[in-house]
């Protein structure tokens, strides 16, 4: 564990007490050679931790989607918060307590959406969150504007 990390960005399992390696604060260097948590199979540091730490930018809202994914998943508030369309971006995007994102599955993606299946677990529990998203293009960088529900 990191010196700077506060105790808030830590979800304890609600059961077992088990800190999630997977809400970890960003740039933590133990996860930089793991597999990106999007699922694309390279590195996290190759991948969306490129991204996360700015070194890249997201060049299709599909990569966009992923990043912001796997900034979910390694507790990176920050960029999800500067990937979220001004307009739509709550005020508050601190975690869900307890929740350990586990998956991510792309349905379909085009021009300005991505359709994705993110799958997550609660206490032990499953869950799957299904959505197509809408993105923009601000300033030449992809935003999130919002997103249905299924
Ligand atoms: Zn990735």
Do not use: K, N
Request: charged share 25%; with cysteine.
């Amino acid at each position: 564990m990191e010196a700077e990390v506060t105790p808030s960005r830590y979800c304890a399992h609600p059961q077992t007490g088990y800190v999630s390696v997977s809400v970890a604060p960003r740039v933590q260097g133990v996860a930089l050679q793991q597999i990106c948590p999007c699922g694309s199979g390279t590195s996290y540091d190759a991948c969306c931790g490129r991204l996360h730490r700015g070194a890249a930018l997201a060049e299709t809202p599909e990569e966009l989607m992923r990043s912001r994914y796997a900034a979910y998943a390694v507790g990176d508030t920050d960029y999800v918060f500067r990937t979220w369309h001004p307009r739509t971006r709550p005020e508050d995007l601190s975690p869900h307590p307890g929740r350990t994102w586990t998956g991510l599955s792309i349905l379909g993606a085009g021009e300005d959406w991505v359709e994705f299946v993110a799958s997550y677990d609660v206490g032990g529990v499953a869950g799957e969150q299904r959505e197509r998203s809408r993105f923009e293009q601000r300033a030449g960088r992809w935003v999130y504007v919002d997103g249905e529900f299924e």
